[in-house]
């Protein structure tokens, strides 16, 4: 759940946690948001709805926080201590307590006695703990102001820090971080700048290269055929758009160029009539997962290169001829589309019509129930598939099964 990961992402590097924590981070956010009002039980929180008892918020405290934990006088030594550090991790399902990780011991405690430094952090590297200084906003006083109440003013080391600020703030202004100029000149010198037009890319020999490899890719599909401008009909222009693809390291994957169609200038029921194509639904991806996972089944994902011009075009569709590429001596023809470009209007729905009559072909069956998950069997056993626009992620019983279905396709 993206909400969950984000809120545990942000508990651990509020107060400096390592990721080694990650899991009580997780269940510490999953408790929290039980005690959450919500409008999908009709702002009551999931555990009121689930008990109608409103749950209550006085034994709550900040994750991550330096705690201490009372240690019970058993041998009767007077000036041994009566407190262990720790770092509050969250409560506890079992009993009526807290979950804390002892400094001392190494170990994960639930303990019932405990008080809580929400303002404290415990740093990791020098094995210490950090108090967080406050900011409190106030007015620069004058000079007169000053000169009148020229009193003496003590300030111990636990009070708050105080900054006279040069300019009248509202204490609910939020405060900005300010890069170095070092910062800003890495960045630029890292930025990849991508072509804005046509006329741009032509005088880099790496987008030549990319646009080439595109049309060469667009003509084995058999996309278009080259015909007379029809009489009446409507013309779409097309454009290349540019894109550098990165690896995960940050290294430059390659150059692609795409020609699409500009679909801004298409006219329903003139150009097109349906676009809706179905996409798989969160809850059915996360319960093949779940699934899955429970069986102990592989999984796998597959993603469908250049999948909308795979669409075949119910429509007639006419668009100029690229920049470039336009044919000598048949500069006033067009081409007509037997298959999709991207950002035609009808695209996705063209796709979806052809992968799911491919999917049927093959002995795929599709659920009543989710038009995108399909299911096919052999004998006792079974491979199931779910569609996302153009990527695959599929699983089944038999292992055999499922690679001949990734090596064939």
Not at 212 to 224: A, L, R, Y
Not at 313 to 325: G, K, N
Request: proline share 5%; glycine share 4%.
């Amino acid at each position: 759940n993206r909400t969950v990961m984000e809120m545990a992402r942000s508990m651990l590097k509020e107060k400096g946690l390592p990721n080694t924590f990650w899991a009580e981070a997780v269940y510490t956010t999953v408790y929290l948001l039980n005690r959450c009002p919500t409008k999908t039980v009709r702002d009551k929180t999931p555990i009121e709805a689930w008990s109608e008892k409103k749950p209550s918020a006085k034994h709550l405290r900040v994750f991550g926080s330096i705690c201490y934990i009372h240690v019970l006088d058993e041998k009767g030594i007077k000036l041994e201590d009566k407190t262990v550090r720790g770092i509050f991790l969250g409560y506890s399902s079992q009993t009526k307590g807290y979950r804390v990780y002892n400094l001392e011991t190494k170990k994960l405690t639930i303990s019932r006695d405990i008080e809580v430094n929400e303002n404290a952090t415990w740093n990791w590297e020098e094995k210490r703990i950090e108090k967080k200084i406050i900011y409190m906003p106030i007015n620069q006083p004058t000079t007169s102001s000053l000169e009148d109440n020229n009193q003496d003013i003590v300030i111990s080391p636990e009070s708050p820090r105080i900054v006279p600020q040069q300019e009248e703030s509202s204490p609910e202004s939020t405060p900005r971080r300010v890069r170095s100029l070092v910062d800003i000149y890495e960045t630029c010198n890292l930025a990849m700048l991508e072509p804005g037009s046509f006329e741009e890319a032509v005088d880099q020999e790496v987008w030549v290269k990319s646009v080439e490899e595109e049309i060469k890719m667009i003509e084995k599909n058999n996309t278009w055929e080259l015909v007379d401008c029809p009489h009446g009909k409507d013309i779409i222009g097309v454009k290349w758009v540019y894109k550098t693809k990165l690896n995960p390291d940050g290294t430059i994957q390659k150059h692609k160029a795409r020609l699409v169609a500009k679909g801004y200038s298409q006219q329903p029921g003139v150009n097109y009539n349906e676009t809706f194509a179905p996409v798989a639904r969160l809850d059915t991806i996360r319960a093949l997962i779940a699934l899955a996972t429970q069986k102990g089944w592989n999984i796998y994902q597959l993603d469908v290169k250049s999948a909308f011009l795979n669409g075949v075009l119910e429509e007639d569709i006419y668009v100029e001829q690229p920049p470039r590429f336009v044919i000598k001596g048949h500069e006033g023809k067009v081409l007509r589309l037997k298959k999709a470009l991207y950002c035609l209007k009808q695209a996705p729905r063209a796709w979806y019509s052809k992968i799911d009559q491919y999917f049927t072909d093959h002995g795929f069956r599709r659920s009543k129930s989710e038009p995108t998950l399909y299911i096919k069997t052999q004998g006792q056993h079974t491979l199931l598939l779910s569609l996302y626009v153009d990527d695959l992620i599929y699983t089944g019983t038999n292992t055999n099964m499922m690679m001949e279905f990734n090596v064939y396709h």
